[in-house]
């Protein structure tokens, strides 16, 4: 029993040996092929800028937003207050 326990061990270790240099393997032959990294380059940097842009364009209207909402608040409690309806 011990020996088939070994074994599996053995073989769970080379599974998983086998596996990393695999993984590691691929991982080097996609940072080799340089057209591939190209692309990918390109794609990562219109995808950054495209959020960038929209990101900055909603975080500026988020901002007048909440200007306007603010500015409109304090003058409607300027015109209860001065009509006398909040006293």
Known sequence: ???????????????????????????KRLLEDEDLMKKFWAAGYRELTDNAGSRASQWIGKRILTALASALLVLALGYLIKTGALK
């Open 1 to 27: 029993m011990p020996d088939s326990r070994q074994k599996q061990l053995d073989d769970n270790e080379r599974i998983t040996v086998a596996v990393s240099d695999g993984v590691a393997l691929g991982f």
